[in-house]
């Protein structure tokens, strides 16, 4: 018997009380919950745009900053609230959280996001209001954090200090979106989504999947090379950096192509080098696969931002929003499966591996990022509602199997 089919084979009853047994179970329950809220969502608002009837909308805010918005804000934070919570005290070397301790900041961030969607179809106080919990309950969060990163005393403390400056980032992007609603200043508001997006959300996701790869390459990998510290760290937080500037045209385009594209190139040769070093992908393997993946989507970002500036640069149209769809639904939501999956295996006593289920749901969010590029690039008009469609059962799927696991004691039986 398998381990996998070992897992398959044991049962328990599914209890909400299971989420507050560690800091991961309660922020990826509700990361994963508002993950498929939203992608339903969007998914009503492409299909209702496509059919004729997006006159029939109310909106408050224009949809594509509401989209932003709520992708960038509305979930991502209580997956890192759970990841950090869980992950930090191990690398930090200081006791373990209590999950409760997190409830508060994270129903004030739940309700947040639930005023901020209602806000964006029927005013932008409401949003404004929405923005402000979030931001509230995003600084009770970083507080500790920060409480916890000042009392450790180890000596690779580099991964949780870039987490924190990203993370105090978040912050003053939630403030500004607040003030800018507030004002009805969109100009302003779509700065604060884009400020959110590439100096919080994205440098967070680099820290902490960078740090994780020692961790995956536990998983049974024999043939993973041995990850050189901080050697890939430079490369990706410096290419967020200079596509951000860029984005919101704090950069010329002219003078942040160049070195987006060396970024590109480094992260897509490690990518593809790892990526032939483990050509099979056997269930022990796909978590690594996956990560490899988003490493490889996220050299494509960097690449297709530095043509865009490029072409901006010549006087040419850019490439819109593909290099940051490919940037989020491909780098992002390939990292956030292999990532929270692997956390909440490893800390749930299941095996690290990935079944077929799994597998497929990583396969078909490939094939969204895909759609939505050719949209973005003006090569299928009707990839906006099929990336969005994909996206929907990529999220909707994982999310239930994710929730399945949070909300049941540990399969070996210990706490936690």
């Not at 988003?294 to 850019?318: D, H, I, P, T, V």
Request: contains cysteine.
């Amino acid at each position: 018997m398998t381990a996998l089919t070992q897992f398959k084979a044991q049962p328990a009853t599914w209890q909400p009380r299971r989420l507050l047994d560690a800091p991961h179970r309660l922020g990826f329950a509700l990361g994963a919950a508002a993950m498929a809220l939203l992608a339903l969502w969007w998914l009503a608002v492409q299909a209702a745009v496509a059919l004729g009837g997006a006159s029939g909308l109310a909106w408050a805010l224009p949809a594509a900053l509401a989209h932003g918005l709520l992708f960038t804000f509305g979930f991502m934070p209580a997956f890192m609230a759970g990841f950090l919570f869980t992950a930090g005290p191990r690398w930090l070397e200081r006791p373990a959280v209590q999950a409760r301790s997190l409830l508060g900041p994270l129903q004030q961030w739940a309700a947040g996001v639930a005023l901020l969607l209602a806000g964006a179809h029927t005013h932008p106080w409401p949003a404004a209001l929405g923005l402000a919990a979030l931001a509230a309950a995003w600084l009770r969060l970083m507080l500790g954090f920060a409480a916890m990163l000042g009392a450790s005393r180890v000596a690779d403390r580099l991964h949780a200090r870039c987490i924190l400056a990203a993370g105090s980032l978040g912050v003053a992007a939630l403030l500004l979106a607040c003030a800018a609603l507030l004002v009805g200043d969109m100009h302003w508001l779509d700065v604060a989504v884009r400020v959110g997006l590439w100096g919080f959300v994205a440098p967070v996701f680099a820290a902490a999947s960078h740090r994780m790869i020692p961790f995956f390459a536990a998983a049974g990998l024999a043939r993973l090379e041995a990850w050189q510290p901080n050697a890939m760290l430079l490369p990706m937080l410096g290419g967020l950096a200079l596509g951000g500037l860029a984005d919101v045209g704090a950069l010329p385009p002219g003078l942040a192509a160049p070195p987006l594209a060396l970024a590109s190139a480094v992260l897509l040769f490690v990518a593809l080098r790892r990526a032939w070093l483990h050509r099979t992908a056997g269930p022990s393997q796909r978590l690594s696969s996956m990560l490899q993946g988003g490493f490889a989507w996220l050299g494509l970002a960097l690449g297709l931002q530095a043509a865009s500036l490029a072409r901006q640069a010549g006087g040419e149209a850019g490439f819109g929003a593909a290099p940051l769809h490919v940037l989020t639904l491909g780098w992002m939501g390939s990292t956030l499966l292999a990532t929270a999956t692997r956390v909440a295996a490893g800390h749930g006593g299941r095996p690290l591996a990935v079944d077929g289920a799994g597998w497929a749901l990583y396969r078909l969010l490939q094939l969204a990022v895909l759609l939505r590029l050719a949209a973005g690039l003006g090569l299928a008009h009707a990839g906006l509602v099929l990336a969005a469609a994909a996206w929907a059962v990529v999220a909707t799927g994982w999310a239930g199997r994710l929730l399945g696991w949070l909300g049941r004691p540990r399969a070996d039986g210990r706490a936690g």
